[in-house]
């Protein structure tokens, strides 16, 4: 990252956890209340130095994630009682309270319906006017419609990296067009 092996000996780790978010395709929501899901990194990262900068943090990521108007009334609930679109849109709120440089995505929409998914990759259109988003997806169809670059693994390597635009249309690779044309995969 930033031209750095984050695998070297002395990389500190609580740093790179401050400047990458990571949300993962099953929703996992801290067993405590809204509020505190959201608060958790900031305290960690001592990025509040008082109480009323953490409650602003945590409403401003809630509103970045779309989710503060479903959610104001009931910050102390827990946040394990949300459904399944809210506990993911959550876990995002909780990955940019901290302000990472990048926010990496692993599957983010695998586990909701296609509802969910919609607002998911909505809030993804927003949120990359702020952040480096790299999103993992078996789906074509949701990497066609919201990344700008991609790129294609096939075991492992690297085949093919380009704009979205060149990789589904002409993609160079034949592993590339071969996944993107259905005839594996």
């Given at each position: 990252?930033?031209?750095?092996?984050?695998?070297?000996?002395?990389?500190d780790v609580v740093t790179l956890r401050g400047q990458v978010g990571m949300v993962f395709?099953?929703?996992?929501?801290?067993?405590?209340s809204i509020f505190e899901n959201i608060a958790y990194g900031p305290k960690i990262h001592?990025?509040?130095?008082?109480?009323?900068?953490?409650?602003?943090?945590?409403?401003?990521?809630?509103?970045?994630?779309?989710?503060?108007?479903?959610?104001?009334?009931?910050m102390q609930a827990p946040a394990t009682g949300l459904s399944g679109g809210q506990q993911?849109?959550?876990?995002?709120?909780?990955?940019?309270?901290?302000?990472?440089?990048?926010?990496?995505?692993?599957?983010?929409?695998?586990?909701?319906?296609?509802?969910?998914?919609?607002?998911?990759?909505?809030?993804?259109?927003?949120?990359?006017?702020?952040?480096?988003?790299?999103?993992?997806?078996?789906?074509?169809?949701?990497?066609?419609?919201?990344?700008?670059?991609?790129?294609?693994?096939?075991?492992?390597?690297?085949?093919?990296?380009?704009?979205?635009?060149?990789?589904?249309?002409?993609?160079?690779?034949?592993?590339?067009?071969?996944?993107?044309?259905?005839?594996?995969?």
């Amino acid at each position: 990252m930033d031209g750095e092996d984050i695998y070297a000996p002395g990389v500190d780790v609580v740093t790179l956890r401050g400047q990458v978010g990571m949300v993962f395709q099953k929703p996992n929501p801290f067993p405590k209340s809204i509020f505190e899901n959201i608060a958790y990194g900031p305290k960690i990262h001592g990025l509040a130095e008082s109480k009323d900068e953490l409650e602003e943090i945590v409403v401003k990521s809630l509103n970045k994630a779309g989710l503060f108007d479903e959610v104001k009334d009931r910050m102390q609930a827990p946040a394990t009682g949300l459904s399944g679109g809210q506990q993911q849109r959550l876990c995002i709120a909780r990955a940019i309270a901290i302000n990472p440089e990048v926010l990496l995505m692993d599957e983010p929409c695998s586990a909701l319906d296609p509802i969910a998914s919609a607002r998911i990759e909505d809030l993804m259109w927003e949120l990359k006017e702020n952040y480096t988003i790299i999103i993992v997806t078996h789906s074509m169809q949701q990497a066609s419609r919201v990344s700008q670059q991609t790129g294609f693994f096939h075991m492992g390597v690297l085949a093919e990296v380009g704009s979205t635009e060149q990789i589904f249309q002409n993609p160079v690779d034949t592993r590339t067009r071969d996944y993107i044309t259905g005839r594996f995969g």
